[in-house]
């Protein structure tokens, strides 16, 4: 097979699936024929075939795929006028805490925010598929420990944790509570995942107030 068949085969099978495609799942459409290094440049090409489209090809963290870029978002838009619900504020702002100081414990992220984390808000994030349970602390009621997954950084389209912007600043802190709530957009009209959020337990803390970051080590 020459390389043009191969880059048709490739682009196809990754127009054509649903989910992120690793390198080793491209092989099979060779029988195992092109080595990784030969695919990888094979992906590397088609990427900048796709330079000047409208559609793009990444590299997250299950895999390989087609999306859209983010300046059309503001067409696509009209196909679909009717926004799925937003997460609140206080949602967004614990789910960076658990990416930039993971892996965390609920005690943890209530004293960054200065407020108490309600249950249901971990339940949210939880659902959604962009923060699991990885282990308990060697504490006293061995708390559980929260960090994001590869859904988390997938829907954020990123390939890694080190590719997250820093929130050194409120500016850029601001605008990572941005990239989250844009990330949720993706959702599905009517998704029963996304519910609103009782705020009763943040009544305590300073709504107005971003909470203080630095660096992404927990």
């Excluded at 390198?23 to 900048?48: A, C, P, S, W, Y």
């Excluded at 990885?134 to 960090?147: C, F, M, N, T, V």
């Excluded at 590869?150 to 890694?160: C, N, Q, V, Y």
């Excluded at 009544?203 to 080590?217: I, K, M, R, T, Y």
Aim: glycine share 6%; net charge negative; charged share 25%.
């Amino acid at each position: 097979m020459n390389t043009a068949d191969a880059k048709r085969v490739l682009e196809t099978a990754l127009i054509c699936s649903q989910q992120p495609l690793q390198v080793r799942d491209m092989r099979t459409l060779f029988n195992d024929e092109l080595g990784v290094d030969t695919i990888k440049q094979l992906l590397l090409d088609l990427q900048q075939e796709w330079t000047l489209r409208g559609v793009e090809l990444v590299c997250v963290a299950t895999g390989w795929r087609f999306q859209s870029r983010p300046e059309m978002r503001e067409y696509l838009d009209r196909l679909h006028p009717e926004k799925p619900p937003r997460y609140s504020r206080a949602t967004l702002e614990t789910l960076a805490i658990i990416a930039y100081r993971q892996p965390v414990t609920r005690g943890d992220m209530e004293d960054i925010r200065g407020v108490t984390i309600n249950s249901l808000l971990l339940k949210q994030l939880e659902d959604r598929g962009w923060i699991e349970v990885i282990g308990h602390r060697e504490a006293a009621g061995r708390p559980a420990l929260y960090a994001t997954t590869k859904h988390f950084l997938d829907d954020l389209g990123l390939e890694s944790l080190d590719q997250l912007p820093l929130m050194e600043t409120p500016a850029q802190q601001a605008g990572m509570l941005d990239m989250l709530g844009a990330a949720q957009e993706s959702l599905p009209i009517g998704a029963s995942d996304v519910v609103a959020e009782s705020e009763q337990s943040e009544s305590a803390g300073p709504s107005d107030e971003l909470f203080v970051l630095s660096g992404n080590q927990p």
